[in-house]
């Protein structure tokens, strides 16, 4: 069965302070990767997603990349956060050519 | 581009039936989702609808008018851990395949 890993659970990071947050998949092959972030009280959006490796679109400008080193690891990185980037970060998958998709436990950050 | 329009607070009984209505307006179309998320936690996959009409799964039906763009999910007999947020997402044409997510309308069942 194919599982969704995403870390760490919690992050707290100083404004000004690189960011690292990793999502792997098992149990699939050539998946549809995706960033989300979730304000408080907001739905979720869309900040990236891959169709394969080194593949990457960005759905919003941000101060926020995102990478695809392997088929099934996608890496969400900032070199500088800011205050604006807290917010409940969620890594997902979805198979090639289906709609559905999966959702890692979130990666919940406070930027002080 | 994508606009979803949801309410964003609603309130019910247990045992009660609740309806949570959504609406779009899309540049294409090619199915919509109702997600659960409770508190602190991950989506979870409750429907899909591409084609018009109802689909029931248990307590939860999901209903879609591709010509109003509209979709509404119903919870049938409410119980105390349906309380969460419930998310409509759209799927526009395209081989990502991403979706668009609603602000979600948050659900109180009360006892």
């Known amino acids: 069965s194919q599982t969704i890993h995403q870390w760490p659970a919690t992050l707290v990071q100083p404004v000004g302070s690189p960011l690292s947050l990793e999502c792997t998949v098992e149990g699939t092959s050539n998946p549809n990767l995706y960033w989300y972030r979730q304000a408080a009280g907001r739905g979720l959006q869309l900040l990236f997603y891959?169709?394969?490796?080194?593949?990457i679109s960005s759905e919003v400008p941000q101060n926020l990349s995102a990478s695809r080193p392997q088929d099934r690891q996608f890496i969400l990185s900032s070199k500088k956060l800011l205050l604006s980037d807290s917010g409940f970060y969620l890594c997902?998958?979805?198979?090639?050519?289906?709609?559905?998709?999966?959702f890692g436990q979130g990666t919940r950050l406070t930027v002080v | 581009g994508q606009n979803i329009d949801q309410p964003t607070e609603m309130t019910a009984t247990e045992g009660a039936i609740v309806q949570i209505n959504c609406t779009y307006q899309t540049s294409g179309f090619n199915g919509l989702f109702w997600y659960q998320q409770h508190a602190g936690e991950a989506p979870t996959f409750l429907s899909y609808?591409?084609?018009?009409g109802l689909e029931e799964k248990g307590r939860f039906s999901s209903f879609l008018s591709r010509s109003k763009g509209y979709s509404y999910l119903l919870l049938k007999e409410l119980q105390m851990k349906d309380s969460a947020s419930y998310l409509c997402?759209?799927?526009?044409?395209?081989?990502?395949?991403?979706?668009?997510f609603g602000s979600g309308t948050q659900l109180t069942v009360l006892p």
């Open positions: 609808n591409v084609l018009d």
């Open positions: 997902a998958w979805s198979v090639q050519g289906s709609t559905e998709a999966f």
């Open positions: 997402a759209v799927t526009p044409p395209g081989s990502a395949r991403q979706l668009t």
């Open positions: 891959s169709v394969g490796i080194g593949q």
